[in-house]
């Protein structure tokens, strides 16, 4: 297989793939689809409109190594829940460990109060997890995700990616109960190298994918309640 049929050609093309690979959860009560925001939301809102399950986001920043933004102290999930990555954390004072934790928790806030009026998330405990993002590469805001999802009580976590690599698809079976990858290239590029259209999304149009897929979930509570 060659490069180019690797690439997606935008964030719904993904996700109407990967929801082809997840219709045994459809129409299901306990489902919830959860995106990583913003990129895994597109792709999440296909999978939970083709499956009838309802959408919401999941917000965990990463918590930066000094001087080093990209790469990954940690993280900080919306429940409160922190992964620390132990190689690391040995190198970084304990101070500015919590500066950046306060930091990304007022960037948490401000998204909360951006995609859900300030609303926490609704109630996990018990459910189906799909966890979806557009891509990972060393998947450690994946990782801490499903750290604080099992911290929330929930029956089962479903990852869902359109490309990750080998190495990082190997760690998220190990930590989910499934694990769906469409593609696991090897060498591994940027997530944006499969897309053909991978432009950002802002926070207002996270927000309209969100009450769409609300709008959508409303619909079906309807339809089932005149057929009753």
């Known amino acids: 297989m060659n490069f180019r049929e690797r690439i997606f050609k ?10 082809e690979r997840l219709k045994k959860y459809s129409n299901l009560d306990d489902v919830v689809v959860l995106a990583l925001p913003r990129g895994g939301v597109p792709v999440a809102f296909e999978v ?19 001087d080093e933004p990209e790469l990954a102290l940690g993280a900080l999930a919306e429940n409160g829940e922190v ?9 970084c004072p304990e101070s500015y460990i919590e500066k950046e934790k306060e930091y990304q928790w007022e ?13 926490g998330l609704p109630p996990l405990e018990g459910k189906v997890v799909i966890l979806i993002d557009d891509g990972v590469a060393t998947g450690a805001t994946m990782i801490a995700t499903i750290h604080a999802l099992r911290a ?39 997530v944006g190298m499969y897309y053909s259209d991978f432009r950002q999304l802002s926070d207002a149009e996270v ?15 309807h339809k089932m309640e005149v057929q009753a």
């Open 107 to 119: 960037e948490i806030k401000r998204r909360q109060l951006a995609y859900r009026n300030g609303k």
């Open 10 to 19: 935008d964030r719904h093309e993904a996700g109407k793939r990967l929801a």
């Open 152 to 190: 929330s009580g929930v029956r089962r976590i479903v990852v869902a990616v359109p490309v990750a690599p080998p190495e990082t698809a190997e760690e998220l079976l190990r930590l989910a109960d499934e694990l769906i990858v469409l593609y696991t290239p090897s060498p591994f590029f940027a």
């Open 83 to 91: 992964f620390l990555n132990k190689e690391l954390v040995q190198y």
């Open 207 to 221: 927000r309209e994918y969100l009450e769409q897929a609300r709008f959508f979930t409303e619909k079906k509570a």
């Open 48 to 66: 939970a409109k083709s499956i009838g399950a309802p959408l919401d986001v999941f917000i965990t920043r990463k918590l930066r190594f000094p």
